[in-house]
Protein backbone atom coordinates (compact mmCIF):
# COMPACT_ATOMS: atom_id res chain seq x y z
CA UNK A 1 0.00 0.00 0.00
CA UNK A 2 1.50 3.27 -0.84
CA UNK A 3 -0.44 6.42 0.41
CA UNK A 4 -0.18 9.99 -0.52
CA UNK A 5 -1.09 13.53 1.62
CA UNK A 6 -2.54 15.91 -0.93
CA UNK A 7 -0.76 19.23 -0.26
CA UNK A 8 -1.93 22.67 -0.40
CA UNK A 9 -0.47 23.07 -4.44
CA UNK A 10 -2.61 19.85 -5.27
CA UNK A 11 -6.01 21.18 -3.97
CA UNK A 12 -8.76 21.17 -6.28
CA UNK A 13 -7.71 18.46 -8.45
CA UNK A 14 -10.24 15.56 -9.00
CA UNK A 15 -9.61 11.92 -7.40
CA UNK A 16 -9.31 10.72 -10.82
CA UNK A 17 -7.01 13.48 -12.21
CA UNK A 18 -4.93 12.84 -8.65
CA UNK A 19 -4.95 9.36 -9.37
CA UNK A 20 -3.54 9.58 -13.33
CA UNK A 21 -0.71 11.84 -11.84
CA UNK A 22 0.17 9.01 -9.76
CA UNK A 23 0.15 6.16 -11.77
CA UNK A 24 0.61 8.32 -15.06
CA UNK A 25 1.14 5.57 -17.30
CA UNK A 26 -2.25 3.73 -15.71
CA UNK A 27 -5.29 3.79 -19.34
CA UNK A 28 -8.11 5.45 -17.40
CA UNK A 29 -10.25 2.53 -18.14
CA UNK A 30 -7.70 0.98 -15.58
CA UNK A 31 -7.88 4.19 -13.00
CA UNK A 32 -12.26 3.59 -12.79
CA UNK A 33 -11.96 -0.28 -12.20
CA UNK A 34 -9.02 0.66 -9.37
CA UNK A 35 -11.41 3.18 -7.77
CA UNK A 36 -14.71 0.76 -8.12
CA UNK A 37 -12.55 -2.04 -6.59
CA UNK A 38 -11.24 0.23 -3.60
CA UNK A 39 -7.78 -0.32 -5.07
CA UNK A 40 -7.68 3.58 -4.62
CA UNK A 41 -9.31 4.77 -1.38
CA UNK A 42 -9.80 8.70 0.00
CA UNK A 43 -9.16 8.74 3.57
CA UNK A 44 -9.94 5.14 3.99
CA UNK A 45 -13.45 4.65 2.26
CA UNK A 46 -14.73 4.57 -1.19
CA UNK A 47 -14.47 7.69 -3.77
CA UNK A 48 -15.86 8.81 -6.52
CA UNK A 49 -13.62 9.95 -9.15
CA UNK A 50 -14.52 13.49 -9.32
CA UNK A 51 -14.40 14.31 -5.77
CA UNK A 52 -12.00 17.43 -5.18
CA UNK A 53 -9.34 16.86 -3.04
CA UNK A 54 -8.65 19.33 -0.30
CA UNK A 55 -5.08 19.51 1.08
CA UNK A 56 -4.51 17.11 3.75
CA UNK A 57 -6.58 14.29 2.43
CA UNK A 58 -5.07 10.85 2.40
CA UNK A 59 -5.10 8.83 -1.06
CA UNK A 60 -3.88 5.23 -0.64
CA UNK A 61 -3.26 2.90 -3.32
CA UNK A 62 -3.69 -0.67 -2.47
CA UNK A 63 -1.29 -2.43 -5.76
CA UNK A 64 1.30 -5.43 -5.33
CA UNK A 65 5.36 -3.03 -5.42
CA UNK A 66 5.28 -4.59 -8.92
CA UNK A 67 2.05 -3.00 -10.00
CA UNK A 68 2.36 0.52 -8.82
CA UNK A 69 5.62 1.01 -10.06
CA UNK A 70 5.04 -0.06 -13.60
CA UNK A 71 2.54 2.08 -13.84
CA UNK A 72 4.16 5.48 -11.52
CA UNK A 73 6.53 5.20 -14.12
CA UNK A 74 9.41 5.73 -12.07
CA UNK A 75 12.53 3.94 -12.19
CA UNK A 76 14.62 3.45 -8.95
CA UNK A 77 18.17 4.50 -9.41
CA UNK A 78 21.17 2.64 -7.29
CA UNK A 79 20.76 4.77 -4.27
CA UNK A 80 17.12 3.90 -4.10
CA UNK A 81 16.21 7.54 -5.23
CA UNK A 82 13.13 8.04 -7.68
CA UNK A 83 13.16 10.40 -10.39
CA UNK A 84 15.99 12.62 -9.32
CA UNK A 85 15.83 16.26 -11.01
CA UNK A 86 18.42 16.79 -13.80
CA UNK A 87 21.29 19.66 -12.75
CA UNK A 88 20.30 22.86 -15.69
CA UNK A 89 19.61 26.66 -15.86
CA UNK A 90 16.95 28.26 -13.78
CA UNK A 91 14.47 31.54 -14.03
CA UNK A 92 16.17 34.94 -13.45
CA UNK A 93 15.36 36.07 -10.06
CA UNK A 94 15.30 39.25 -11.68
CA UNK A 95 13.31 38.72 -14.39
CA UNK A 96 10.35 37.59 -11.55
CA UNK A 97 7.87 40.42 -11.70
CA UNK A 98 5.95 38.62 -8.84
CA UNK A 99 5.50 35.36 -7.18
CA UNK A 100 3.30 33.67 -4.11
CA UNK A 101 2.48 30.16 -3.17
CA UNK A 102 -0.17 29.58 -5.88
CA UNK A 103 1.29 32.24 -9.07
CA UNK A 104 4.72 33.73 -10.66
CA UNK A 105 5.02 36.30 -12.99
CA UNK A 106 7.86 36.04 -15.24
CA UNK A 107 9.66 38.46 -17.62
CA UNK A 108 10.78 36.18 -20.64
CA UNK A 109 13.61 37.68 -22.63
CA UNK A 110 13.12 37.43 -26.71
CA UNK A 111 14.79 34.40 -27.89
CA UNK A 112 13.37 31.94 -25.37
CA UNK A 113 10.60 29.54 -25.79
CA UNK A 114 7.39 29.79 -23.96
CA UNK A 115 7.29 25.75 -23.72
CA UNK A 116 9.04 23.11 -24.97
CA UNK A 117 9.35 22.03 -28.93
CA UNK A 118 10.85 18.65 -28.39
CA UNK A 119 14.15 19.70 -29.12
CA UNK A 120 17.33 19.80 -26.74
CA UNK A 121 16.85 24.03 -25.97
CA UNK A 122 15.42 24.57 -22.77
CA UNK A 123 11.59 26.50 -22.24
CA UNK A 124 10.45 28.74 -20.25
CA UNK A 125 7.94 25.76 -18.63
CA UNK A 126 11.75 23.90 -18.04
CA UNK A 127 13.36 26.87 -16.03
CA UNK A 128 10.04 27.02 -14.31
CA UNK A 129 10.34 23.47 -13.34
CA UNK A 130 13.40 23.62 -12.23
CA UNK A 131 13.06 26.75 -10.21
CA UNK A 132 10.39 25.46 -7.92
CA UNK A 133 12.12 21.83 -7.64
CA UNK A 134 9.32 20.53 -9.18
CA UNK A 135 10.39 16.08 -9.87
CA UNK A 136 9.39 14.71 -12.65
CA UNK A 137 6.58 12.88 -11.60
CA UNK A 138 5.34 15.34 -9.23
CA UNK A 139 1.55 15.60 -8.40
CA UNK A 140 1.52 19.34 -9.10
CA UNK A 141 3.44 20.44 -11.49
CA UNK A 142 3.72 24.58 -12.33
CA UNK A 143 3.28 25.45 -15.90
CA UNK A 144 2.86 28.47 -18.33
CA UNK A 145 -0.61 29.79 -18.46
CA UNK A 146 -0.22 31.97 -21.51
CA UNK A 147 2.00 31.96 -24.61
CA UNK A 148 4.28 34.46 -26.01
CA UNK A 149 6.37 33.91 -29.57
CA UNK A 150 9.45 32.78 -28.85
CA UNK A 151 10.77 36.57 -30.57
CA UNK A 152 8.48 38.40 -28.67
CA UNK A 153 9.76 39.30 -25.06
CA UNK A 154 7.58 40.28 -22.04
CA UNK A 155 4.97 38.65 -19.31
CA UNK A 156 4.17 34.96 -19.21
CA UNK A 157 1.70 34.10 -16.49
CA UNK A 158 2.57 30.73 -14.84
CA UNK A 159 0.61 28.77 -12.14
CA UNK A 160 2.55 27.20 -9.31
CA UNK A 161 -0.28 25.15 -7.57
CA UNK A 162 -3.54 23.79 -8.92
CA UNK A 163 -5.58 26.82 -7.82
CA UNK A 164 -2.99 29.30 -9.40
CA UNK A 165 -3.26 27.16 -12.06
CA UNK A 166 -7.19 26.45 -12.71
CA UNK A 167 -7.58 30.51 -11.85
CA UNK A 168 -5.16 31.96 -14.42
CA UNK A 169 -6.56 29.44 -17.10
CA UNK A 170 -10.22 30.60 -16.43
CA UNK A 171 -9.68 33.94 -16.35
CA UNK A 172 -7.35 33.78 -19.83
CA UNK A 173 -10.15 31.57 -21.31
CA UNK A 174 -13.19 34.27 -20.13
CA UNK A 175 -10.98 37.41 -21.31
CA UNK A 176 -10.91 38.40 -17.67
CA UNK A 177 -7.10 39.41 -17.90
CA UNK A 178 -6.31 42.61 -19.96
CA UNK A 179 -2.98 42.29 -21.57
CA UNK A 180 -1.03 45.63 -23.23
CA UNK A 181 1.78 45.27 -25.71
CA UNK A 182 4.31 47.74 -27.03
CA UNK A 183 5.09 47.39 -30.52
CA UNK A 184 7.14 49.23 -33.04
CA UNK A 185 5.12 49.73 -36.24
CA UNK A 186 6.05 50.95 -39.54
CA UNK A 187 4.87 53.58 -40.82
CA UNK A 188 2.36 56.38 -39.51
CA UNK A 189 -0.28 55.02 -37.72
CA UNK A 190 -3.69 56.76 -36.14
CA UNK A 191 -4.93 55.32 -32.83
CA UNK A 192 -8.18 53.63 -32.59
CA UNK A 193 -10.13 50.39 -32.30
CA UNK A 194 -9.00 47.28 -34.64
CA UNK A 195 -11.50 44.87 -35.56
CA UNK A 196 -10.61 42.41 -38.26
CA UNK A 197 -11.21 38.42 -38.20
CA UNK A 198 -8.73 36.04 -38.07
CA UNK A 199 -7.68 32.20 -39.14
CA UNK A 200 -4.50 29.61 -39.54
CA UNK A 201 -3.60 29.67 -42.87
CA UNK A 202 -1.97 26.11 -42.69
CA UNK A 203 1.29 24.34 -41.95
CA UNK A 204 3.03 27.14 -42.56
CA UNK A 205 2.62 28.48 -38.42
CA UNK A 206 0.72 31.99 -39.92
CA UNK A 207 -2.58 33.36 -39.68
CA UNK A 208 -4.44 35.33 -42.77
CA UNK A 209 -6.72 37.95 -41.34
CA UNK A 210 -9.99 39.51 -43.46
CA UNK A 211 -11.81 42.89 -42.94
CA UNK A 212 -15.38 40.87 -42.82
CA UNK A 213 -16.87 37.95 -41.20
CA UNK A 214 -16.43 34.50 -43.17
CA UNK A 215 -16.80 30.89 -42.08
CA UNK A 216 -13.78 29.76 -40.15
CA UNK A 217 -12.53 32.76 -39.11
CA UNK A 218 -12.84 34.42 -35.38
CA UNK A 219 -13.15 38.34 -34.75
CA UNK A 220 -10.09 40.35 -33.31
CA UNK A 221 -10.09 43.31 -31.50
CA UNK A 222 -7.26 45.79 -30.46
CA UNK A 223 -6.96 49.10 -28.96
CA UNK A 224 -4.48 51.04 -30.15
CA UNK A 225 -2.83 54.21 -28.25
CA UNK A 226 0.11 55.96 -30.10
CA UNK A 227 2.75 57.03 -28.22
CA UNK A 228 5.10 58.89 -30.38
CA UNK A 229 5.81 58.60 -33.89
CA UNK A 230 7.20 60.03 -37.40
CA UNK A 231 6.52 59.75 -40.76
CA UNK A 232 8.34 56.22 -40.83
CA UNK A 233 7.66 54.86 -37.57
CA UNK A 234 4.90 54.59 -34.92
CA UNK A 235 5.25 53.99 -31.48
CA UNK A 236 2.65 52.73 -29.83
CA UNK A 237 0.66 50.84 -26.77
CA UNK A 238 -2.03 47.51 -27.61
CA UNK A 239 -4.60 46.64 -25.83
CA UNK A 240 -6.15 43.16 -26.83
CA UNK A 241 -9.65 42.64 -26.48
CA UNK A 242 -9.32 39.18 -27.67
CA UNK A 243 -6.44 36.61 -27.42
CA UNK A 244 -5.77 34.91 -30.76
CA UNK A 245 -2.02 33.28 -32.07
CA UNK A 246 -0.01 36.05 -33.89
CA UNK A 247 -3.09 38.48 -33.50
CA UNK A 248 -1.05 42.01 -33.33
CA UNK A 249 1.50 40.99 -35.74
CA UNK A 250 -0.84 39.61 -38.23
CA UNK A 251 -3.62 42.37 -37.85
CA UNK A 252 -0.99 45.30 -37.86
CA UNK A 253 0.66 43.62 -41.15
CA UNK A 254 -2.79 43.55 -43.18
CA UNK A 255 -3.66 47.14 -41.82
CA UNK A 256 0.05 47.91 -43.56
CA UNK A 257 1.78 48.85 -40.43
CA UNK A 258 3.76 45.45 -39.74
CA UNK A 259 5.69 45.19 -36.39
CA UNK A 260 9.45 46.32 -37.44
CA UNK A 261 11.52 43.25 -37.60
CA UNK A 262 8.58 40.69 -37.75
CA UNK A 263 10.50 38.39 -40.43
CA UNK A 264 6.82 36.27 -40.80
CA UNK A 265 4.56 39.12 -41.26
CA UNK A 266 6.36 41.90 -42.99
CA UNK A 267 10.22 42.09 -43.53
CA UNK A 268 13.74 42.03 -42.00
CA UNK A 269 14.95 45.88 -41.31
CA UNK A 270 17.69 47.46 -40.26
CA UNK A 271 19.22 47.69 -36.82
CA UNK A 272 15.82 45.14 -35.73
CA UNK A 273 17.50 41.61 -34.99
CA UNK A 274 13.76 40.93 -34.19
CA UNK A 275 10.13 41.67 -33.90
CA UNK A 276 10.00 44.81 -31.62
CA UNK A 277 7.10 43.34 -29.73
CA UNK A 278 6.65 43.36 -25.94
CA UNK A 279 4.45 42.48 -23.23
CA UNK A 280 4.41 45.06 -21.02
CA UNK A 281 1.62 45.41 -18.76
CA UNK A 282 -1.12 43.01 -17.64
CA UNK A 283 -3.90 43.93 -15.39
CA UNK A 284 -5.94 40.96 -13.32
CA UNK A 285 -9.47 41.06 -12.87
CA UNK A 286 -10.62 41.76 -9.27
CA UNK A 287 -10.90 38.60 -7.75
CA UNK A 288 -7.38 37.72 -8.52
CA UNK A 289 -4.46 38.81 -6.29
CA UNK A 290 -7.26 42.35 -5.70
CA UNK A 291 -7.02 42.69 -9.25
CA UNK A 292 -3.15 43.24 -9.23
CA UNK A 293 -1.69 45.32 -12.68
CA UNK A 294 2.62 43.66 -13.00
CA UNK A 295 4.24 45.74 -15.60
CA UNK A 296 7.86 44.40 -17.02
CA UNK A 297 10.50 47.00 -18.35
CA UNK A 298 11.15 47.72 -22.15
CA UNK A 299 13.69 45.48 -22.89
CA UNK A 300 17.16 47.24 -24.25
CA UNK A 301 16.98 46.44 -27.75
CA UNK A 302 13.65 48.35 -28.35
CA UNK A 303 14.74 51.36 -26.07
CA UNK A 304 17.56 51.40 -28.34
CA UNK A 305 15.67 51.62 -31.99
CA UNK A 306 13.41 53.91 -30.44
CA UNK A 307 16.31 56.63 -29.72
CA UNK A 308 18.50 55.96 -32.74
CA UNK A 309 15.05 56.82 -35.05
CA UNK A 310 14.04 60.14 -32.41
CA UNK A 311 11.46 58.50 -30.72
CA UNK A 312 11.04 58.81 -27.39
CA UNK A 313 10.58 55.22 -25.04
Not at 62 to 80: P, Q
Not at 227 to 245: P, Q, S, V, W
Amino acid sequence: MREYTVSEKEEGLSLIKYSSRVLKEAPNGLLFKFLRNKNIELNGKKADRGTVLKCGDKVAFFLSDETFMRFHGLKADSTGEEGKKDEGPSLEKDRILYEDDDYLFYDKPAGLKTQGDGSDRPSLNDLLLRYTGTEEGSLCRPSVCNRLDTNTSGIVLCGKSVKGLQSLSLAIKEHRIRKYYRAVLKGRVEGGRFVSFLKPSGDDNKVSVLDSPKNGYKEIITELQVIDGNADLTYAELCLLTGRKHQIRAQMAHIGHPVIGDRKYGREEKGASRQLLHSCRVSLPEDMLDGLTVTAPLPSDMERYLKRNGLRA
